[in-house]
């Protein structure tokens, strides 16, 4: 998917327990991850309770990037991080948070692309936007619009 990114090869459940991934970390200066994956239960809750425990990192994990063997796998893995201080988030929550401001213009056509395709009726609330407050074009075709006609 990205051809010029390294592969990380691992045996470890827990990449925590790579010193790459350590040293990564630690170069970007950074204290605050996002965290998905596969799985849930074994990769995502191993690294993140090593990272938040041995590391002081503040771990934000991504709900519904991640999934479990069953729902249940997923749920309490969840509850155990959240129990650990991870923070649980939505991926729309991290792209929203990340986009900040719509006058944001390098990132606009891109974020509301994602939002109209993949976020229900708050994809349906940018379409509107565009089309009935800022006269843009629809991105479906309809038929001929009527009315509105108020009745007397």
């Not at 350590?22 to 309770?49: H, M, P, Q, Y």
């Not at 991080?81 to 213009?105: I, Y």
Request: proline share 3%; glycine share 8%; net charge negative.
């Amino acid at each position: 998917m990205f051809p010029q990114n390294k592969i990380l090869e691992r045996t470890s459940m827990n990449s925590w327990d790579d010193q790459n991934v350590r040293d990564a970390l630690a170069a970007n200066g950074r204290k605050k991850i996002i965290v998905s994956g596969l799985w849930t239960e074994v990769c995502n809750t191993t690294f993140a309770l090593c990272a938040m425990k041995e590391g002081d990192y503040e771990i934000y994990m991504v709900a519904d990037a991640s999934g479990g063997t069953s729902l249940d796998a997923h749920k309490y893995a969840m509850d155990r991080m959240v129990q650990a201080g991870a923070v649980p988030v939505t991926w729309q929550q991290v792209m929203l948070e990340w986009q900040r401001d719509w006058a944001r213009k390098e990132t606009y056509d891109a974020v509301t692309g994602i939002v109209k395709e993949h976020s229900g009726a708050y994809g349906m609330g940018i379409d509107y936007a565009i089309t009935h407050v800022h006269k843009g074009a629809e991105r479906v075709q309809h038929g001929e619009r009527i009315g509105p006609n108020p009745a007397n």
